[in-house]
């Protein structure tokens, strides 16, 4: 029997900027709010960057983490998934901060250095609403996102073998299957594994379908089918598409707001939970289930809640 389908929702990122959308969470209560929302709209795995409530941009600081961790905990069992990509720009501890803080379930890791180009974003005529908008994303013409395997390894240790939070293993190419492999050989990581492929960023393999299977393909073969937790988010346009033929494929999915801005074509999504409710209402007319946050924990063997710290 196929799985049920775990939903995660990316709420706001480190991506976008506050001019390119209005909905875009910034403040504390508006992530918290943002968050809660999309929990009850069927996401089991909240995954949580912070910005700087004053201008929307993204930020390392761990009390601001903490003005809105509790809060979602408080009112939703959801599985709280804290960035360790941080912002561009950001170095390793400062990308690290908030989970080395918050000791939660579950935290990201990019498996790689890549190019992380957002500078096409530009090319949309726009009357910025803050200075560092337009800079932060013209700096990604010449910028390399850095996690060496030395990176890694200390996430892997101080981070998931330390506080024993679990990963989202963010693949944005073949060779990071390959990396997530190395560390597997290597004894630093145990399944179950839930790998996010990740598909349409500029540096990152392509929003095409065959990419989509070959990813599947690869990671079948590294990791054996029963080993792994397999999910699918897309960037833009293609987030919808992806996150639906991953899921027929026998994927999980991601959505939010840090992936993308829009419900439709030329419609901007007014919240993460109407990009939940769409996913959601879309695998249920497949007679595909939704997982709770309780299946979830399960299958991916996560501490729980009582063992985070906030």
Same mark, same amino acid.
């Given at each position: 029997?196929?799985?049920?389908?775990?939903?995660?929702?990316?709420?706001?990122?480190?991506?976008?900027?506050?001019?390119?959308?209005?909905?875009?969470?910034?403040?504390?209560?508006?992530?918290?709010?943002?968050?809660?929302?999309?929990?009850?709209?069927?996401?089991?795995?909240?995954?949580?960057?912070?910005?700087?409530?004053?201008?929307?941009?993204?930020?390392?600081?761990?009390?601001?983490?903490?003005?809105?961790?509790?809060?979602?905990?408080? *009112?939703?069992?959801?599985?709280?998934?804290?960035?360790?990509?941080?912002?561009?720009?950001?170095?390793?501890?400062?990308?690290?901060?908030?989970?080395?803080?918050?000791?939660?379930?579950?935290?990201?890791?990019?498996?790689?250095?890549?190019?992380?180009?957002?500078?096409?974003?530009?090319?949309?005529?726009?009357?910025?609403?803050?200075?560092?908008?337009?800079?932060?994303?013209?700096?990604?013409?010449?910028?390399?996102?850095?996690?060496?395997?030395?990176?890694?390894?200390?996430?892997?240790?101080?981070? &998931?073998?330390?506080?024993?939070?679990?990963?989202?293993?963010?693949?944005?190419?073949?060779?990071?299957?390959?990396?997530?492999?190395?560390?597997?050989?290597?004894?630093?990581?145990?399944?179950?594994?839930?790998?996010?492929?990740?598909? !349409?960023?500029?540096?990152?393999? &392509?929003?095409?379908?065959?990419?989509?299977?070959?990813?599947?393909?690869? *990671?079948?073969?590294?990791?054996?089918?029963?080993?792994?937790?397999?999910?699918?988010?897309?960037?833009?346009?293609?987030?919808?598409?992806?996150?639906?033929? !991953?899921?027929?494929?026998?994927?999980?999915?991601?959505?939010?707001?840090?992936?993308?801005?829009?419900?439709?074509?030329?419609?901007?999504?007014? *919240?993460?939970?109407?990009?939940?409710?769409?996913?959601?209402?879309?695998?249920?007319?497949?007679?595909?289930?939704?997982?709770?946050?309780?299946?979830?924990?399960?299958?991916?063997?996560?501490? !729980?809640?009582?063992?985070? !710290?906030?």
């Amino acid at each position: 029997m196929p799985k049920s389908i775990i939903i995660t929702c990316a709420v706001t990122g480190a991506i976008h900027t506050p001019t390119m959308s209005k909905y875009l969470p910034i403040t504390p209560k508006e992530i918290r709010d943002e968050a809660v929302a999309a929990a009850a709209a069927g996401a089991s795995i909240i995954h949580l960057h912070a910005r700087d409530p004053q201008d929307g941009k993204p930020t390392a600081d761990a009390d601001i983490y903490m003005e809105f961790l509790p809060a979602i905990q408080e *009112s939703t069992d959801a599985v709280l998934n804290i960035t360790t990509g941080g912002g561009h720009g950001m170095t390793l501890a400062q990308r690290c901060a908030g989970a080395l803080r918050a000791t939660p379930e579950m935290v990201s890791l990019n498996m790689g250095s890549m190019n992380f180009g957002l500078f096409p974003m530009l090319n949309k005529q726009r009357k910025w609403k803050y200075e560092w908008e337009p800079a932060y994303l013209n700096m990604t013409r010449d910028f390399i996102f850095r996690n060496t395997y030395e990176d890694i390894e200390w996430v892997m240790k101080k981070i &998931g073998e330390d506080c024993g939070s679990r990963f989202e293993f963010e693949c944005y190419d073949v060779s990071h299957l390959y990396n997530l492999a190395h560390f597997i050989d290597r004894g630093l990581v145990k399944p179950p594994f839930l790998i996010q492929t990740i598909f !349409g960023v500029l540096g990152g393999i &392509g929003a095409d379908i065959e990419n989509l299977m070959h990813m599947r393909r690869i *990671s079948n073969k590294l990791f054996g089918e029963q080993n792994y937790e397999w999910s699918i988010l897309a960037a833009g346009r293609h987030q919808f598409s992806f996150a639906t033929s !991953g899921a027929i494929l026998g994927g999980n999915v991601r959505v939010g707001l840090e992936d993308s801005l829009y419900l439709s074509k030329g419609r901007l999504a007014k *919240s993460n939970a109407d990009q939940v409710k769409k996913i959601k209402r879309v695998l249920e007319d497949l007679s595909l289930d939704i997982a709770t946050p309780t299946e979830t924990r399960k299958r991916l063997q996560l501490k !729980g809640i009582q063992q985070v !710290g906030f």
